[in-house]
């Protein structure tokens, strides 16, 4: 009787870990919704920039390691890593607390020299600032670290992260924003490195659904298109248990890209269905799929003959830490951007 009192109660045992273990198990993600992104081979980067310099180097630069910087002269090959834009970190930013590395980097040319606006905070906090460095070349050892040009302060409506940079009709604006009321510009002097003296932040996105997960906005304009594309990320970017995803993330509430498009630079932005982006609108361009999970962080670059959207996503069968570089061709024939394979179809077959 006792053993069969312990066979019981061993198969009960069994019976509940497997239930529990079932119930925590994370959903499979759909198949097949959206074209997996080219096979790149770029190392752990959170926040990519994408930039093709003329003489065919591809830049790749992202969150940490002070802004990493990695190179390749081929989309399908393998990324250097060749250093970092302020290797001694933002030293001019030390009126922002408690941040120790560089986030968010957004690079462009401008005014004959290349641009990279950054973000220095903590994580869930409003002490955050941008800066911006410069550089003749992009190339590690170049960048002249000029400081701030905005922040913001426990209190503020917004959170001064995530730069983007714009311009319409010759203005410069500075896009930003996390949570806190989502995505705001502000006007820029004409050298990009300070705000508009008196000019108050403008929202440009806003999700009125608490937390308010928006952040890391770009806004591109497609050529010969008359729309400008506001893209932005939504839910929740990082720090996954896999443990327990299924209870402690559930489905749909991870990054996943919207957009939404304006005739002006400045906005008002609507979604597909006519919605303001402000009254929260956005329309979805891509979502957890296939092995693809939590991809955001997201920008736009002109190669290889089309747009591409670049951003980060995490494979779905590992442990959900390290973040990789996604690429896919975008389709603007329908006046929205639809992702394509057309890029891996370029290069691999």
């Not at 802004?67 to 990324?79: A, E, M």
């Not at 510009?185 to 932040?201: E, K």
């Not at 990320?233 to 720090?239: D, N, P, R, V, W």
Request: hydrophobic letters at 35%.
């Amino acid at each position: 009787m006792k053993l069969v009192r312990l066979i019981s109660s061993f198969i009960f045992t069994t019976a509940l870990a497997n239930a529990l273990l079932k119930r925590e198990a994370p959903p499979p993600l759909p198949i097949g919704t959206f074209p997996n992104p080219l096979p790149t081979n770029s190392g752990s980067i959170h926040d990519p920039s994408v930039i093709l310099r003329d003489d065919g180097t591809y830049f790749l630069f992202s969150t940490h390691n002070n802004v990493s910087i990695q190179t390749t002269r081929d989309l399908t090959g393998t990324w250097v890593d060749v250093g970092s834009v302020l290797p001694q970190g933002a030293t001019k930013m030390e009126s922002i607390p408690g941040w120790d590395d560089i986030w968010a980097p957004n690079v462009l040319s401008y005014n004959g020299l290349w641009y990279c606006y950054y973000a220095v905070s903590t994580f869930g906090v409003q002490d955050s600032g941008i800066g911006v460095a410069t550089s003749p070349t992009m190339e590690p050892g170049s960048w002249t670290d000029h400081g701030e040009v905005y922040s913001s302060v426990p209190g503020d409506l917004f959170n001064a992260i995530d730069p983007f940079f714009f311009d319409s009709e010759g203005t410069p604006h500075l896009g930003f924003g996390s949570f806190w009321s989502n995505i705001f510009y502000v006007d820029l002097t004409n050298d990009g490195q300070s705000p508009l003296a008196g000019f108050t932040p403008v929202q440009l996105s806003f999700n009125s659904t608490s937390p308010q997960p928006e952040e890391g906005g770009f806004i591109y304009k497609p050529s010969g298109s008359e729309y400008y594309y506001l893209f932005f990320s939504s839910g929740t970017c990082c720090g996954f248990d896999k443990a327990t995803l299924a209870s402690s993330t559930p489905p749909g509430d991870e990054y996943k890209v919207f957009v939404g498009r304006s005739k002006t630079a400045t906005g008002p932005y609507y979604d597909a269905k006519g919605v303001a982006l402000t009254d929260n609108g956005g329309t979805l361009v891509l979502a957890s799929h296939d092995n693809v999970y939590a991809p955001g962080g997201q920008m736009v670059f002109h190669a290889e003959g089309m747009d591409i959207l670049a951003y980060h996503w995490l494979a779905y069968d590992g442990p959900l830490i390290d973040a990789t570089l996604g690429l896919n061709a975008i389709d603007w024939s329908t006046g929205w951007p639809i992702l394509t394979d057309a890029l891996e179809k370029a290069l691999v077959s």
